[in-house]
């Protein structure tokens, strides 16, 4: 079992009309945060090579940059909130002996994606939520501080391309990069 805390790298996020009423454009995005919590196994059948993990995360700021203006949108910018919570199953490779736990992996996953409210130009759409699958890979290194505690240093690379109908009327394309830090119990 563990719990996780990190800071989150957007990627400009793409927005899609679905009505065609503005062309495809990045979005800035401000930096963020996330919080996690996860609960692993380790099948004996694989000499503690592969773990396997059910993984929750928060991801929280990572905001419209309210600065940024848009051609595509009649040079206008867009003031608005994002937060995904996100649940994945998480697959990794592991290398087992000594102390340091190096691995890579992947988790596909589900996300609940909360757009808030967004305004643009003295006018404002109402927030919307999305679910969608998403995906995220990892790369990091545990290291065993006693037998049971353990601390870890991760990188994700996370997407997800949530669809908003309503007045958003829009596709997104979220691709956000995470440096985490974790602590680990194991039994």
Known sequence: ?????????????????????????????????????KAGYLPPFASKYLATELEYNYIFGTDFDSGKT???????????TNKIQALFLNFKLRYPEGAFHPYIGIGPGYSWFQAGDITSGGTTMPGETSSQFCWQLLAGLDYDITKNWGV???????????????????????TAHMITLGVNYAF
């Open 152 to 174: 870890g240093l991760g990188y994700k690379y996370f997407q997800v391309k949530p669809s908003f109908g309503g007045q958003i009327n829009a596709d997104y394309d979220y």
């Open 70 to 80: 848009y051609s595509a949108i009649s040079n206008q910018s867009l003031d608005g």
């Open 1 to 37: 079992m563990g719990i996780l805390g990190g800071y989150v790298m957007p990627r400009d996020m793409t927005l899609h009309a679905k009505d065609g009423s503005y062309v495809d454009f990045d979005a800035t995005l401000k930096n963020g945060g996330v919080f996690g919590i």
